[in-house]
Nanobody, 124 residues
Framework: QVQLVESGGGLVQAGGSLRLSCAAS????????MAWFRQAPGKEREFVAA????????SYVDSVKGRFTISRDNAKNTVYLQMNRLKPEDTAVYYC?????????????????WGQGTQVTVSS
């Protein structure tokens, strides 16, 4: 089992930045694919970014490319999402997810473990 705990959400003005963290416990996740999803009220959970296990290559949804950066610190068993130039449409609950394979996927159904989510609110 893998337990994931997100932190770093909050209220920020448009154009600002936040850094989300996802701390994993229960298993070493260094070779696992990790991802961030988000869900706004009344909308489906949306893929935001993912990073593969061994290769470390990232993937992003088009709407955040150039603004968000996903990274991982395997020594700390932690994944991060640096969010810059935030927009009101980025407002959502952000979830960290883990799948016990090296390759990532964009579907939330492909992930076995989830955090509880952290709220990000961007005011205009």
């Amino acid at each position: 089992q893998v337990q994931l705990v997100e932190s770093g959400g909050g209220l920020v003005q448009a154009g600002g930045s936040l850094r989300l963290s996802c701390a994993a416990s229960g298993r070493i996740i260094g070779s696992y694919a990790m991802a961030w999803f988000r869900q706004a009220p009344g909308k489906e959970r949306e893929f935001v970014a993912a990073i593969s296990g061994d290769v470390m290559s990232p993937s992003y949804v088009d709407s955040v490319k150039g603004r968000f950066t996903i990274s991982r610190d395997n020594a700390k068993n932690t994944v991060y999402l640096q969010m810059n130039r935030l927009k009101p449409e980025d407002t959502a609950v952000y979830y960290c997810a883990c799948r016990p394979w090296s390759n990532y996927a964009a579907s939330p159904r492909s992930y076995d473990y989830w955090g509880q989510g952290t709220q990000v609110t961007v005011s205009s």
